[in-house]
């Protein structure tokens, strides 16, 4: 068993999430779209950019709180929607939404979570938003809405970048889309993993939580994914999203913006914020990394809503820089994924405060005591990477 506390990086905890999972289940996590360009860059976009420190400042408080979407956090963190997370560790989104509520940043729940709308938001009294995404079955999307409405749920996150599925090619090897060999797979491999597959055995197969009502086989996961994915709807446009805007009237999020173009399209739709998102890089391979258009963004529609960006973080001093440039907060999926993987609640909560610990470190070392004080002129762009 990996002592959590031993892991001192984001990537720590990757090489621990390694060791505890089945590599289909892992490959889930880690893999990207075709041949991973977006994902790379997504990971060097931060090295494009450096410090420019100040010198005897008093640093010796760091105030790291800052209101996001609305919500009053403890730092400029949101965790981001992430599907199926049993199929990590046990716990699954109950661990990440408690050990947000205990970090003090919000949690969203994903349309496609195995603890549903109501579990999280009875054993959660941390701040929550859910996840949409537009499907085929309006009424469903309607259903989900109603039923955040009356748990209490802060704000909704429209996802705007699956038109299609991206082309998974690691999943494709390990089965997905061919429900035997996928069960077959996952079997042969979580021998190495025997804390994984007893929990796994033991807990049974992995629910659809949201849509029990609604999908066979008592929504099996593993036996019903194709017929969801089968929801996902080509022909989904702005007007369905104003539309979502006006049914919803609290915090309403377009998470998978891409462009200024859509950037500016958002403000008019009247979107309370943006996700500036290719959805770690497991969607179009070659689109545009967060930190590569949030320049351009921000000086397009900056102060007209909130900005948040999303993909590649992996340090404390990632997130500094793109808050530096001038992002809201940003936002974490395989990070925390990474931790629940290595050690449920105890994990995800180690991964916040690992990043946690981070920043405070790096606003130190660049003599920045507060983030209402960090601004540009603490970074620069490396010319040579350009």
């Not at 989104?93 to 549903?116: D, H």
């Not at 579990?119 to 009294?125: P, R």
């Not at 179009?284 to 258009?293: F, S």
């Not at 990070?335 to 991964?351: K, T």
Request: with cysteine; aromatic share 6%; proline share 4%.
């Amino acid at each position: 068993m990996v002592d959590i506390n031993r892991c001192y990086s984001i990537d720590d905890l990757n090489r621990a999430a390694h060791k505890a999972l089945p590599k289909v289940i892992y490959d889930f996590i880690e893999g990207g779209a075709e041949d991973e360009l977006t994902l790379r860059r997504n990971l060097q976009s931060f090295d494009h950019y450096e410090f420019v420190p100040r010198v005897l400042r008093d640093v010796s408080n760091i105030d790291l709180s800052r209101q996001v979407l609305g919500i009053d956090c403890r730092m400029p963190l949101v965790c981001a929607p992430t599907a199926m997370s049993c199929m990590f560790h046990h716990q699954g989104e109950e661990a990440v939404a408690l050990a947000a509520a205990k970090a003090g940043v919000p949690y969203t729940l994903s349309t496609l979570s195995t603890r549903s709308i109501e579990q999280i938001a009875t054993l959660s009294s941390g701040p929550k938003l859910f996840q949409l995404y537009i499907w085929h079955q309006r009424a469903l999307v309607d259903e989900f809405i109603e039923r955040c409405r009356q748990n209490g749920y802060q704000g909704l996150m429209l996802a705007v970048d699956l038109p299609a599925l991206g082309k998974r090619e690691r999943d494709l090897h390990n089965g997905h889309g061919r429900a035997l060999e996928l069960r077959l797979k996952t079997a042969l491999g979580a021998w190495r993993t025997p804390r994984w597959l007893y929990h796994f055995l033991r807990g049974g197969p992995p629910q659809m939580a949201n849509m029990l009502a609604h999908l066979p086989d008592n929504a099996n996961a593993l036996k019903t994914i194709d017929v969801v994915n089968q929801q996902f709807d080509a022909s989904v446009s702005w007007q369905d999203a104003e539309n979502l805007r006006a049914q919803w009237q609290g915090m309403f999020v377009l998470k998978g913006i891409q462009s200024v173009e859509d950037a500016k399209r958002a403000v008019t739709m009247g979107a309370s914020a943006i996700v500036l998102s290719n959805h770690g890089g497991r969607q179009l391979d070659g689109a545009p990394p967060a930190m590569a258009i949030l320049p351009a963004v921000l000086d397009a529609v900056g102060g007209e809503l909130e900005v948040l960006i999303d993909g590649g973080i992996r340090r404390g001093a990632d997130i500094i820089k793109a808050l530096a440039l001038g992002a809201n907060a940003c936002m974490i999926g395989r990070p925390y994924l990474y931790g629940l993987a290595a050690g449920g609640e105890a994990g995800v909560s180690r991964s916040l405060e690992i990043l946690r610990s981070e920043m405070e470190r790096v606003m130190k070392l660049i003599g920045c005591d507060s983030l209402d004080r960090l601004d540009a002129s603490y970074v620069r762009r490396i010319s040579a990477l350009s």
